[in-house]
């Protein structure tokens, strides 16, 4: 029990952040499930396996984050004395692969309509709920893996990797919106799913569409992670009286 203690409170800024995403989880399915219950509509019932997707790269990311802490109680001397490397690789492709369904469910808006039975201004609210927390997901998560990378190769190439992170999740949010590809055809579809992409590549001007749509929403997505980010590294500000005590 006192190992549990001190574990929660070592890892209590974690904690914190998860029982924030899994408040939010549950209240995105309650919304979910008394819009069923009242309307017996099941129109945006696939909202909640789009918010199960956006969880699998959060935990992938906090699964690595923790394994790659050399002083975590989860550290890979505890779990994968021998294979830590392979688990973290592995975590981080799982991770890379299903990423853009998190800030996908952004794009679910486009399913909202006036629909019978429910107000429209209660469907607006379920939308944006599972949206937000969607973003959060994503923001976390990436948040978590920028982390990871800086401290095996620097502050300046985990930028590099956020930015380029955020640019093809951008272009793989276009192929699951439009063209319908799913995060696990990459595995089953790999064929079919190349050359829609390479259709595209060799004729960018004629599927300019696609390449606008992935820039702009990778820098709104951007623009939310640079706060993010900047909160998440807030430092406030101490009172004038300390900052010359510490001088004296």
């Known amino acids: 029990m006192v190992k549990l203690l001190r574990s929660m409170i070592r890892h209590y800024r974690q904690i914190a ?8 989880t549950a209240l995105c399915l ?7 219950v009242h309307a ?4 945006y019932i696939g909202f909640a396996w789009n ?10 990311a906090l699964l690595a984050y923790n394994l790659y802490k050399p002083r975590s109680r989860l550290s890979w001397r505890t779990l994968a004395p021998r294979g830590s490397a392979f688990v973290v690789a592995g975590c981080a492709i799982v991770w890379l692969l299903f990423f853009p369904n998190a800030p996908y469910l952004l794009t679910d808006i486009l399913h909202l309509a006036p629909r019978p039975g429910v107000p429209l201004w209660y469907d607006l609210i379920l939308v944006i709920a599972f949206a937000w927390t969607g973003s959060l997901l994503g923001l976390v998560s990436l948040f978590l893996m920028q982390m990871l990378v800086s401290r095996a190769a620097g502050p300046l190439l985990s930028w590099g990797f956020a930015l380029g992170v955020l640019g093809l999740s951008g272009f793989g949010i276009y192929l699951g919106r439009f063209l319908r590809w799913n995060s696990w055809d990459v595995l089953l579809n790999p064929a079919p799913l190349l050359a829609d992409i390479l ?7 004629a599927n300019w569409r696609a390449f606008a749509f992935s820039g702009l929403f990778s820098l709104v997505f951007l623009s939310a992670y640079l706060t993010f980010a900047a909160l998440a590294h807030w430092q406030w500000e101490r009172p004038a009286t300390q900052e010359l005590r510490d001088h004296s």
């Open 199 to 205: 259709s595209r590549l060799q004729h960018p001007l």
């Open 30 to 36: 309650a919304l979910l499930a008394a819009r069923v």
């Open 17 to 24: 952040v998860l029982a924030a995403l899994l408040f939010a």
């Open 51 to 60: 918010l199960f997707l956006a969880w699998l790269p959060m935990l992938c």
């Open 40 to 43: 017996r509509d099941f129109g």
